[in-house]
């Protein structure tokens, strides 16, 4: 048993932090300060953006081809259309919040 750097509490040879003031112990010369586990991580958080980035592009794309913003003919088919006014907006929208949500979940 060994003492505790900063507050002199006793402490085992194998731990890794003390008990009572929970300062990071060293182990060979080393500082062991092991990683912060997050719930959602880096990983799945840049997963989200990269989706998000993906649903904002087809949005755009969208904008673009049928909605007649260059020199291709306009898409005419009333179903399409149909599916251009309520898609557009919801992957737009959709791709901005995920976004965002991605980005606030990459502390978690």
């Not at 649903?55 to 251009?84: E, F, I, N, R």
């Amino acid at each position: 048993m060994h003492r505790c750097p900063r507050c002199s509490f006793p402490v085992y040879g194998f731990a890794i932090e003390c008990a009572k003031c929970h300062y990071p112990l060293t182990r060979d010369g080393t500082l062991y300060a092991p990683a912060r586990q997050s719930l959602i991580g880096a990983d799945k958080a840049h997963d989200i953006r990269r989706k998000a980035l993906a649903a904002l592009a087809l949005a755009l794309l969208m904008k673009v081809y049928w909605g007649g913003h260059g020199p291709w003919p306009v898409v005419a088919d009333p179903t399409l259309q149909s599916l251009l006014h309520w898609l557009e907006p919801l992957l737009f929208n959709g791709g901005l919040v995920a976004y965002a949500v991605g980005w606030i979940l990459r502390w978690f």
